[in-house]
């Protein structure tokens, strides 16, 4: 196919204007997550207390019953601890985490002793004997033993059932008795009260019904704290888990970010120091177990890594990504590869198509460098790094086709025709996905960086034939062309218009479906010309 404009016209400068751009925004997100951002001091790197969890390495998980972890590690991981809390809380029995009292005693900490209830009333009774004896033994180093997490929230036992449990280990030992759960339901259940020596409440901005922005973030947490305490007078009550995740899906306001968590962290932390209230953060180590239940984020509110190594510092600047430059090196590896992908069979000349591939490859490398690093974070098993991979190679040999096409029209030399099937594909991906955003999509991450390239390109495509594609889209284009803007436009209701990657995952959705539209359109002219 011929080129039937002039490179000059606004068409074609409107195509350059959109290949600049992208490069340019592809060089300019990499940059600026790599720029220290400044945040408030907290008043101390020591901490009261964390809430701790063994379980970070590859394959470990409580969910596992024949998970044990050596009294070796967890002396490692509490001699590390020492240094930087005064008390740890953990949240269950067994798998070797009865040994957590007497190592933490070694060291000079405390603990919040954790008795895990759920659905089966066996594991129940096992765990309660357990804390029992643990306590008995080590009543010195106990703070407190919490019967019970968020067993409310998670539906498996009742009120009534939780007071029992919570009557039984009162009666036994002398350590305060507290049961946990999100202050929420606390509110609903207030008869639990006359069961606990204190009240332990979970305020979580970012696991918020309503989200809450990080920059408001400790205002809600003094405002929920009060509304506890003004329900409950006369009781003392502790925040039994608060923080932030460093990594995974925008809530509406709430972004999950390393800047957000230690922002948060930080103004808490000063918060915390004006007034009189106890308080546990969540948690020591990053867990990449929690990724299957509560996706990208879950693993990742850690003040540590799964390495053990601290994640940001208690002042100073903050950088998001210290190997920002990978991103621009991920572009050059893109350039280069564009311009050696198109430089086979071309048939035009001039510098044109040259820049148009390279534009285009520079920002296809940036692309995928992002989307690579939403992996890094989110994969959890061969499984899905081998269909996200694939996913991204599909990308990058779409983007190939379509940048050839556009140097070839942008040169003003040939084009071969480009397959219907191609887009078609795209389209259906991009609904299928949609569908999953928008029936269950809260622990779903946003892929931005693999759908650019596809989105873009067949935008540009569209753009760069304009009239002159003359086929009418196929029924199911046409209907796929309907659907997608449709389940993005569900998706950003959803988020309350709020989230910023949502804006553009519509924007993505809309970029592909408008040419196909624009087919529609002008097919329905030209037959009804014909018609006439």
């Not at 002793?113 to 309660?128: F, M, P, S, T």
């Not at 621009?328 to 044109?352: E, P, Q």
Request: proline share 6%.
């Amino acid at each position: 196919m011929s080129s039937a404009s002039s490179p000059v016209n606004h068409r074609y400068g409107l195509a350059w204007l959109a290949l600049v751009l992208s490069a340019l925004a592809g060089a300019y997100w990499w940059w600026a997550v790599g720029r220290p951002v400044s945040l408030p001091d907290a008043p101390s790197a020591r901490i009261a207390c964390v809430s701790y969890a063994p379980f970070r390495k590859a394959g470990e998980t409580p969910l596992d019953p024949n998970a044990f972890i050596s009294p070796e590690r967890i002396d490692e991981d509490l001699r590390a601890l020492s240094q930087r809390f005064d008390c740890v809380r953990t949240y269950s029995q067994g798998q070797g985490l009865s040994a957590v009292p007497e190592i933490a005693n070694r060291y000079g900490m405390k603990v919040l002793l954790g008795i895990w209830l759920g659905a089966d009333r066996k594991a129940n009774d096992e765990q309660v004997r357990l804390g029992i004896s643990i306590a008995h033994k080590y009543p010195h180093v106990l703070r407190g033993v919490i019967v019970g997490n968020e067993v409310l929230l998670r539906g498996e036992l009742s009120s009534s059932q939780v007071a029992g449990y919570l009557h039984e280990v009162r009666a036994a030992i002398s350590v305060p008795v507290t049961y946990a759960d999100v202050w929420e339901f606390w509110l609903r259940h207030p008869e639990l009260a006359g069961s606990v020596d204190y009240l332990t409440i979970h305020i979580l901005p970012y696991w918020e019904d309503t989200p809450v922005s990080p920059e408001r973030a400790v205002e809600h947490v003094a405002m929920v704290y009060a509304k506890v305490q003004q329900a409950f007078p006369g009781r003392r009550v502790m925040i039994g888990e608060t923080g932030w995740p460093s990594a995974g899906r925008p809530r509406q306001a709430a972004s999950a970010s390393l800047i957000n968590e230690a922002r948060y962290l930080r103004e808490f932390l000063r918060y915390a120091a004006t007034v009189s209230m106890p308080y546990n953060v969540i948690e020591a180590f990053d867990q990449p177990w929690k990724r299957e239940q509560e996706g990208t984020a879950g693993g990742y509110w850690g003040i540590f890594d799964a390495q053990a190594r601290p994640k940001f510092a208690m002042e100073g600047p903050v950088t998001e990504e210290p190997h920002w430059w990978a991103g621009w090196l991920a572009g050059a590896t893109g350039t280069g590869l564009f311009a050696l992908v198109g430089a086979w069979h071309r048939r035009w000349r001039g510098w044109r198509g040259w820049l148009a591939l390279k534009l285009a490859g520079f920002a296809s490398g940036c692309a995928l460098a992002w989307q690579f690093r939403q992996m890094l974070f989110a994969c959890r098993d061969p499984w899905e790094w081998s269909v996200s991979l694939l996913a991204c190679a599909l990308a990058l040999i779409s983007a190939l086709w379509l940048a050839r096409w556009m140097a070839a029209q942008m040169a003003g030399g040939m084009s071969s025709p480009l397959p219907r099937w191609l887009r078609f594909g795209w389209l259906f991906v991009l609904a299928f996905y949609g569908l999953l955003l928008v029936f269950d999509g809260r622990y779903r991450d946003f892929p931005l960086g693999l759908f650019m390239l596809p989105c873009i390109a067949h935008a540009l495509v569209g753009w760069l034939a304009g009239r002159h594609a003359m086929s009418m889209p196929s029924l199911e284009e046409r209907f796929l062309a309907v659907v997608v803007p449709v389940l993005a436009v569900v998706v950003l209701a959803q988020e309350v218009w709020l989230t910023p990657v949502a804006w553009i995952w519509l924007g993505l959705n809309l970029l592909i479906a408008l040419p196909v539209l624009a087919e529609w359109w002008r097919g329905r002219l030209r037959l009804q010309t014909q018609q006439a």
